[in-house]
């Protein structure tokens, strides 16, 4: 029913997976890949359907009969919240099936590339993502959807995962969809190869969490569990304290070595250190060069 496409990212056997649909609130719904892949967030109404993220081609007729199970109506519109391939992966089944895709004009610029690159395994190369997946509607700061009651708004957020991160935000159901700014298994992934940063994602959760209000669901990128203003502030904190670590240790003279095996991440990483392929490992260089620390090797 669908061509195979391209899977992008890490993407893994596919074969046998389940994906789930779940009601965040209002007329919005998460769908789920348990194990691994974005999560997706569906706003349903007579009007029409809504996606924010694609998930992987393989799993297009999946995410397509899950939707169904909540809504007959129309997919119409698709948000791509960033490049990478678990997040923009099924774009081209969805744009043959007549879907319109949106983006971020960075994130566009990215599909141009002729290689993709992904942050793990140490900026690994990916094929460029296919021609008829590219997001045909781009914006350059804010789009507007008026849909099924709801005024949704997607704006660009602050250069974090990526530099073309997308926030979604569904006002009436007060439900926010981070993409992969936000994400409750691991810790941040700053991709330096597509425009990420430290600070622009210290600064993209401080707007979110100004954004929020003690009910707002969150929908992370990855992440089992609709989560809230709260969890959001624990991982900034946590970002914020291994930073502040870090710069101490920098101006102290030390070399990237010593800052590792100083484990400024120690108290954090039964919460966020366990997941396979970005562990304190990836994210303790990444902070310690962001903040200036050059040099790996002590000097002695
Ligand atoms: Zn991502």
Known sequence: MYSAGVALGQAGPFDGVE???EHVAGNVYMVQRPGGGGNIGVLIGPEGVLLVDSLFAPL???????????SDSEIRFLINTHIHGDHVGGNENLAEMGVLIFAHDNTRLRFLEERSRFPRRGGSFMPQPPEAGRPVVTYNDTISFHLNGEEVRAFLAPPSHTDGDTFVYFPNADVLH???VFRTTSYPIIDLYNG??????????????EMAGPDTKVIPGHGLSIVGRK?????????LDVRDQVLVMITDGMKLDEVMA????????????QEAGWTADDFVPIVYYQLGGSGRLADR
């Open 231 to 239: 969890e959001m502030q624990e991982f900034l904190a946590m970002i």
């Open 19 to 21: 994906l789930s649909i």
């Open 60 to 70: 297009s007729d999946k995410l397509v009969a899950a939707v169904k199970e909540v």
């Open 178 to 180: 981070l993409g992969d």
């Open 262 to 273: 100083a484990r400024p991440t120690a108290a954090y990483d039964a919460q966020w250190g």
């Open 196 to 209: 990420g940063t430290l600070r622009g994602t210290i600064a993209a959760l401080d707007q979110a969490i």
